[in-house]
């Protein structure tokens, strides 16, 4: 492989408690780039009312995201919550942190109507069910090695919201703020969640109905798996990617790969009582 990338490494960037984002930091690939990462959980405030809380990522070269730390920003045009009952709203980002090498912004979803920042929305669902509550827009970060033109893709987050019954809040991901990745070894890393509850979790590959809002099977990283208890596995050692593989040795400086895991927490019987998505790059 490139040896600059052996000096370079594959860097995991985190989100807060609440989300994961890992990506290949090279700023070439960076450039000219809008939606970076994102992940959901919700809680009851009472029994039909859920706070949804929302952590994304983007291109600092975004005008929406230029501003300074606490800066925040309300746009009809994408800033959209489907609350899967037929109601939607426009929510408010703050912008939580900036790292001006990466390019990156990321920003949660809140409140400031009382002129004090609360995180998360609010919604009062008017009958118990299962609503599936989404966000979402186009402009992914460019250049994703497993999703063509992917500039001008969607990006898609779902979460699903059951009211009445057990009371049941969403699993909560919780991940350190940086893992290295060296290149040319064989890469794992646990994806870890936490439950209010203390249900059973599992882990899953996400679909490109559920993230990018289209038909058709995801295409993961050549070679990487995931276990149901959030283990994934990669090997990127040169003898692995030869010549003649998939990756043709060429997993090198520039590359970026998307991955998208759903964190499901579950009832006795096996069936998904909620979900949260965790949408990032390798």
């Known amino acids: 492989?490139?040896?600059?990338?052996?000096?370079?490494?594959?860097?995991?960037?985190?989100?807060?408690?609440?989300?994961?984002?890992?990506?290949?930091?090279?700023?070439?690939?960076?450039?000219?780039?809008?939606?970076?990462?994102?992940t959901m959980s919700w809680s009851l405030d009472n029994a039909t009312t859920i706070r949804l809380k929302l952590d994304a990522g983007y291109s600092y070269a975004s005008g929406d995201f230029r501003g300074t730390v606490g800066a925040t920003v309300t746009s009809s045009g994408w800033m959209t919550i489907d609350w899967g009952d037929g109601n939607s709203e426009t929510a408010t980002l703050r912008t939580t942190s900036i790292d001006t090498?990466?390019?990156?912004?990321?920003?949660?979803?809140?409140?400031?109507?009382?002129?004090?920042?609360?995180?998360?929305?609010?919604?009062?669902?008017?009958?118990?069910?299962?609503?599936?509550?989404?966000?979402?827009?186009?402009?992914?970060?460019?250049?994703?090695?497993?999703?063509?033109?992917?500039?001008?893709k969607w990006w898609r987050a779902e979460t699903k919201v059951t009211i009445g019954g057990d009371n049941n809040t969403s699993p909560v991901s919780a991940v350190p703020p940086i893992v290295q990745v060296q290149d040319n070894k064989t890469f794992t890393y646990q994806v870890s969640a936490t439950d209010a509850n203390s249900d059973n979790l599992t882990y899953r590959w996400g679909t490109k109905a559920e993230f990018f809002g289209s038909s058709g099977a995801f295409v993961m990283p050549t070679g990487m798996t995931l276990s149901d208890s959030g283990l994934i596995e990669w090997d990127v050692r040169d003898s692995v990617l030869c010549s003649g593989c998939s990756q043709n040795d060429l997993n090198d400086v520039g590359d970026l790969?998307?991955?998208?895991?759903?964190?499901?927490?579950?009832?006795?019987?096996?069936?998904?009582?909620?979900?949260?998505p965790i949408d990032f790059f390798f």
Do not use: C, Q
């Open 1 to 38: 492989m490139n040896t600059f990338k052996a000096e370079v490494n594959k860097i995991i960037l985190a989100l807060t408690s609440v989300g994961i984002v890992i990506l290949l930091m090279l700023p070439a690939s960076l450039s000219a780039s809008h939606f970076r990462y994102e």
């Open 101 to 152: 090498v990466a390019g990156s912004s990321i920003t949660e979803i809140g409140d400031n109507s009382t002129g004090t920042w609360v995180p998360g929305v609010t919604h009062t669902y008017a009958d118990n069910g299962t609503y599936i509550v989404v966000w979402k827009k186009n402009a992914r970060i460019a250049n994703i090695k497993n999703i063509p033109s992917s500039g001008s």
């Open 257 to 276: 790969w998307v991955s998208v895991i759903m964190v499901e927490d579950r009832h006795d019987n096996g069936s998904a009582k909620s979900y949260i």
